[in-house]
């Protein structure tokens, strides 16, 4: 499965534990041309992020006397001057990362590190649309009801091009995010490739948006549909509220759509599995030498036995593959669409001193049955074409998941 780099203006949020850490501070001095190598201090003159020790790491002299000694060699000899000392040493963390081969344990600069959390809350200032890089092309993934975005005209599938007359040619989604957000009521300009369409201008007014939880929909036969839209802080009360209004409606079954949905909160997510299971574990947590720790069902849930189908696809990841994990492993729902991401890890964020964060991979998580996600994913109960459509009445998976429902109320009751 073709991996996809989803972020949004609004930067995705993924499956991470809301812990607040502290970060090691510690005062660096300069190191000059002919002076003796005695300490990481001597040499870098402030130049390294506050959150670095002064000293190796016990048994680690050679190697950071060889970091050192690079270091002190490329500032003082690289025939372009001045080097900018704070992007090399973000790259050399960054470089260190890498070598970990854990595309989630990662580090993000103070810009990055707000938008997160602005994501977490559910709230920024922008034009409310997530975008992906795909092939080098930045693609607009889904635009948000009442945003800028969504009144402006933007189309899930659009490929912006330029930023206010400035190319996109090798520029990131993340990168993209920074130049489209920036404070409401001013403009950005996107220009658009649109299928055969000439390349065009639109012009969208930043505003404060809410990132919404979910969005609800009455379908033929009084089915409710509930489509959530990420994993943050006030997801699960606003699930809660809609799925009291479903069942008090009499509605005789509800899908609850998760494709599209890059997760979130852990906490969201065993919350929303919770309105739907009577008990169990919702998920196992398992960290280094294999030890595990189990979520389970912590509160009452007000929609435990309305008939549910749980529709995914490919971008349905983490928290959502959380959800649809519990509620396959008791039957409890049945599951349309396509594979899921198969992103099954835990990232414990860092907050550190100049305002960036780290986030380092720190466990796995398994279904209820103990099966791992991770490059695996969710395989639906039935398989469809899973992708959105402008209309739920042409929607493949809908109209599938609509079918399996009546099928369902059909059937006779059993004592």
Same mark, same amino acid.
């Given at each position: 499965?073709?991996?996809?780099?989803?972020?949004?203006?609004?930067?995705?949020?993924?499956?991470?534990?809301?812990?607040?850490?502290?970060?090691?501070?510690?005062?660096?001095?300069?190191?000059?041309?002919?002076?003796?190598?005695?300490?990481?201090?001597?040499?870098?003159?402030?130049?390294?992020?506050?959150?670095?020790?002064?000293?190796?790491?016990?048994?680690?002299?050679?190697?950071?006397?060889?970091?050192?000694?690079?270091?002190?060699?490329?500032?003082?000899?690289?025939?372009?001057?001045?080097?900018?000392?704070?992007?090399?040493?973000?790259?050399?963390?960054?470089?260190?990362?890498?070598?970990?081969?854990?595309?989630?344990?990662?580090?993000?600069?103070?810009?990055?590190?707000?938008?997160?959390?602005?994501?977490?809350?559910?709230?920024?200032?922008?034009?409310?649309?997530?975008?992906?890089?795909?092939?080098?092309?930045?693609?607009?993934?889904?635009?948000?009801?009442?945003?800028?975005?969504?009144?402006?005209?933007?189309?899930?599938?659009?490929?912006?091009?330029?930023?206010?007359?400035?190319?996109?040619?090798?520029?990131?989604?993340?990168?993209?995010?920074?130049?489209?957000?920036?404070?409401?009521?001013?403009?950005?300009?996107?220009?658009?490739?649109?299928?055969?369409?000439?390349?065009?201008?639109?012009?969208?007014?930043?505003?404060?948006?809410?990132?919404?939880?979910?969005?609800?929909?009455?379908?033929?036969?009084?089915?409710?549909?509930?489509?959530?839209?990420?994993?943050?802080?006030?997801? =699960?009360?606003?699930?809660?509220?809609?799925?009291?209004?479903?069942?008090?409606?009499?509605?005789?079954?509800?899908?609850?759509?998760?494709?599209?949905?890059?997760?979130?909160?852990?906490?969201?997510?065993?919350?929303?599995?919770?309105?739907?299971? =009577?008990?169990?574990?919702?998920?196992?947590?398992?960290?280094? =030498?294999?030890?595990?720790?189990?979520?389970?069902?912590?509160?009452?849930?007000?929609?435990?036995?309305?008939?549910?189908?749980?529709?995914?696809?490919?971008?349905?990841?983490?928290?959502?593959?959380?959800?649809?994990?519990?509620?396959?492993?008791?039957?409890?729902?049945?599951?349309?669409?396509?594979?899921?991401?198969?992103?099954?890890?835990?990232?414990?964020?860092?907050?550190?001193?100049?305002?960036?964060?780290?986030?380092?991979?720190?466990?796995?998580?398994?279904?209820?049955?103990?099966?791992?996600?991770?490059?695996?994913?969710?395989?639906?109960?039935?398989?469809?074409?899973?992708?959105?459509?402008?209309?739920?009445?042409?929607?493949?998976?809908?109209?599938?998941?609509?079918?399996?429902?009546?099928?369902?109320?059909?059937?006779?009751?059993?004592?």
């Amino acid at each position: 499965m073709r991996r996809k780099h989803i972020l949004a203006v609004v930067l995705s949020f993924f499956l991470i534990l809301t812990i607040g850490t502290g970060a090691f501070a510690a005062g660096y001095s300069a190191g000059v041309r002919g002076s003796p190598i005695q300490s990481l201090a001597e040499v870098l003159n402030g130049v390294l992020p506050s959150f670095l020790p002064a000293e190796p790491p016990v048994g680690q002299d050679e190697k950071w006397q060889l970091f050192l000694e690079v270091w002190e060699i490329v500032s003082r000899e690289f025939y372009r001057q001045p080097m900018d000392q704070d992007v090399m040493m973000r790259g050399a963390i960054r470089g260190m990362l890498e070598t970990l081969d854990d595309p989630h344990t990662i580090l993000l600069d103070p810009s990055a590190s707000e938008r997160s959390r602005e994501n977490t809350r559910q709230r920024f200032q922008g034009i409310g649309a997530r975008i992906e890089e795909e092939d080098g092309q930045i693609v607009v993934h889904s635009v948000f009801p009442d945003s800028p975005a969504k009144d402006g005209g933007l189309q899930p599938g659009d490929i912006i091009v330029a930023v206010n007359g400035e190319s996109l040619e090798g520029v990131t989604a993340e990168g993209t995010a920074l130049r489209i957000r920036g404070e409401a009521g001013t403009d950005v300009v996107l220009t658009i490739e649109r299928g055969d369409e000439e390349p065009f201008d639109l012009t969208l007014t930043r505003a404060e948006v809410k990132i919404p939880s979910l969005s609800t929909q009455t379908l033929s036969g009084n089915i409710g549909y509930i489509r959530l839209w990420g994993f943050g802080e006030l997801t =699960a009360e606003d699930l809660r509220a809609e799925l009291k209004s479903v069942v008090d409606g009499g509605a005789p079954g509800l899908i609850l759509d998760l494709r599209d949905n890059p997760g979130g909160l852990l906490g969201a997510a065993i919350d929303v599995s919770s309105e739907f299971l =009577a008990r169990g574990t919702v998920v196992l947590y398992e960290q280094q =030498a294999q030890r595990q720790r189990s979520y389970r069902v912590d509160t009452d849930g007000v929609a435990q036995d309305i008939p549910l189908v749980v529709l995914v696809n490919e971008r349905s990841a983490s928290a959502s593959e959380i959800v649809a994990g519990a509620l396959a492993h008791y039957d409890r729902a049945t599951i349309i669409g396509q594979r899921t991401y198969g992103k099954g890890t835990v990232q414990l964020p860092h907050n550190l001193d100049d305002g960036s964060q780290l986030r380092v991979t720190i466990a796995q998580w398994l279904t209820p049955g103990r099966d791992s996600i991770s490059e695996v994913g969710i395989t639906p109960d039935i398989e469809v074409d899973a992708q959105f459509t402008d209309s739920l009445e042409e929607d493949a998976a809908v109209q599938r998941a609509l079918e399996q429902l009546t099928l369902v109320a059909a059937l006779p009751d059993v004592a």
